[in-house]
């Protein structure tokens, strides 16, 4: 059966029923920027957004502020070093050239007045978006929840699985 919205003429622009889900493994600006987006735009048309973040898409959500060494072995201190501390030092997925390639397209984004991706996470928090944390990947990389935004949920695949097998629109990026 076709459904042509023929009974409410509005109904097209009626998200509010809808569910966005999106996984976010990558740990790289563009993508993390693209993501972010895309969920920013999804709750302004009134759609409930998740996003479930695993392995290196977690360092979008490290809080630079409340990084620590306590309780941490060896290689999880030498890991939490070498990695991004939040979502500022995230490198380009392409031409990034040692940060270079990045500074570049900070400078074009600031010329056209275009917000960075603090800004696009930050709004993300406001409007309500759900971030989710895969427990494993935080387990392995040997991060702390309270390293982590308070808005952080810890869940195990099969938890987030449930929210992304109800949802009418799912992205991994």
């Known amino acids: 059966m076709i459904n042509t919205n023929n009974d409410n003429p509005n109904r097209e ?5 809808k569910r966005v889900n999106m996984v976010l493994f ?10 972010l987006i895309m969920a920013n735009s999804a709750r302004e048309l009134g759609a409930e957004v998740t996003m479930f973040f695993a392995f290196w898409g977690l ?9 620590s060494s306590e309780d941490k072995t060896l290689y999880e201190k030498m890991f939490s070093m070498m990695t991004p ?8 997925s392409k031409m ?34 759900k971030f989710y944390g895969c427990k494993m990947s935080v387990d392995v990389m040997g991060f702390k929840e309270e390293e982590m935004i308070p808005e952080l949920q810890i869940v195990d695949a099969k938890e987030y ?7 009418d629109m799912q992205l991994f990026i």
């Open 59 to 67: 360092m979008l959500l490290r809080d630079p502020e409340k990084l």
């Open 96 to 129: 990034n050239f040692a940060g270079l390639g990045k500074e570049m397209l900070l400078k074009m984004m600031d010329s056209d007045e275009a917000p960075h991706l603090i800004d696009f996470l930050n709004g993300a928090r406001k409007k309500g978006v």
């Open 85 to 92: 501390k939040g979502p500022e030092e995230l490198p380009l």
């Open 161 to 167: 699985l449930k929210d992304a097998l109800n949802s």
């Open 13 to 17: 622009n009626d998200f509010s029923n």
């Open 26 to 35: 990558s740990g790289e600006y563009d993508k993390a920027l693209a993501a």
